[in-house]
């Protein structure tokens, strides 16, 4: 048979209804869906764990055992008995964890302790290490 320009052949059934579009593809379209419906945005929230950092004290021949524990009390509100076992640990390893802290927090300890160490005449390190 010859068909026309304006002839088409129908091939099976049409679709009862129009094809399912993604929500992004009718955004594309400019098609905000049927009245009554809405789209809903499910944002995933990203969390990043920040860097963490080590607070360290080194040991010495002179800075007093009391004013160890003291920094300890003071700069990393240990309790008396907590600060006690940590400047023994350093006395007797050599360095010793204080806490662990955020960069700008590890800074702050860091540079407390030095400060109150030298207005104390006590050659007492304090360093921070990346975890
Ligand atoms: N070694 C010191 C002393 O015998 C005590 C001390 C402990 C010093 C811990 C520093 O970080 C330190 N007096």
New binding site residues.
Partial sequence: MMLSTNQRIEVGRPPAVAPRLADDDRRRRNDPGSPGTAVITKTKTQTKRPNLYRVL?????????E??VH?LERFFNKDRETAYR???H??QHG??ECGIYTYEVAETKVTQVMDFSRKHQ?????VMEKK
């Avoid at 006590?122 to 304090?126: A, F, R, T, W």
């Fill in positions: 004290l080194l040991n010495d021949d002179y800075t007093p055992m004013f160890v920094v940590i400047m023994m350093v006395h360095i010793g006590h050659p007492l390190q304090c």
